[in-house]
T-cell receptor
Framework: GAVVSQHPSWVICKSGTSVKIECRSLDFQATTMFWYRQFPKQSLMLMATSNEGSKATYEQGVEKDKFLINHASLTLSTLTVTSAHPEDSSFYIC???????????????FGPGTRLTVL | LAKTTQPISMDSYEGQEVNITCSHNNIATNDYITWYQQFPSQGPRFIIQGYKTKVTNEVASLFIPADRKSSTLSLPRVSLSDTAVYYCLVGDFNTDKLIFGTGTRLQVFP
């Protein structure tokens, strides 16, 4: 299957700082990437969908000014958590597909996730 | 937003077959049904995907009835390493959003 990487795998930061998480598709071109957040013992919640070269589409309740997403190339998307607070502590996971027909035959491949802890 | 529900947990023993069902009674017409496996502090790993009837690969089978309002992931002869959380992923008919199921925590005992 296709490989998606994330960096860093974990990060600890102070409240008020910004954190950038990178998501890369290693062996395919990802037209569309997704960002999810997962709290302990809960399911994955979609935060936003990003298409290469265009603005991300955010889910209801997700602050676009707080969670900045950039999908500058077909292999890289970044999520920046700005002015992070303890309630932003979570497990952030990205996924990627090669097309735009999400869940219509284009399989989502997930990165390993990034554990963010805000002190 | 319609919920995509799964049993919270299941227990099994090594060598047994395990069937996990996902209820998605408002699934989008053109969407596939995808199942993932997730270990603690890792991203979900693709298991199998299907649109209707039955799909089988080297690790699992997926059964989808004609109305597509549910799906069943079948794991033949589970081992201890299959202990994980299993999620279905489907699209919602009304919102066109992709929704992960609530997840099923499978515990396999020796």
């Amino acid at each position: 299957g296709a490989v998606v990487s994330q960096h860093p795998s974990w990060v600890i930061c102070k409240s008020g700082t910004s954190v950038k998480i990178e998501c890369r598709s290693l062996d395919f071109q990802a037209t569309t990437m997704f960002w999810y957040r997962q709290f302990p013992k809960q399911s994955l919640m979609l935060m936003a969908t990003s298409n290469e070269g265009s603005k991300a589409t955010y889910e209801q309740g997700v602050e676009k000014d707080k969670f900045l997403i950039n999908h500058a190339s077909l292999t890289l998307s970044t999520l920046t958590v700005t002015s992070a607070h303890p309630e932003d502590s979570s497990f952030y996971i990205c996924s990627a597909i090669s097309g735009v027909r999400r869940n219509q035959g284009d399989t989502q491949y997930f990165g390993p996730g990034t554990r963010l802890t805000v002190l | 937003l319609a919920k995509t529900t799964q049993p919270i947990s299941m227990d099994s023993y090594e060598g047994q077959e395990v069937n996990i069902t996902c209820s998605h009674n408002n699934i989008a017409t053109n969407d596939y049904i995808t199942w993932y496996q997730q270990f603690p502090s890792q991203g979900p790993r693709f298991i199998i995907q299907g649109y209707k009837t039955k799909v089988t690969n080297e690790v699992a089978s997926l059964f989808i009835p004609a109305d597509r309002k549910s799906s069943t992931l079948s794991l033949p002869r589970v081992s201890l390493s299959d202990t994980a959380v299993y999620y279905c992923l489907v699209g919602d008919f009304n919102t066109d959003k992709l929704i992960f199921g609530t997840g099923t925590r499978l515990q396999v005992f020796p």
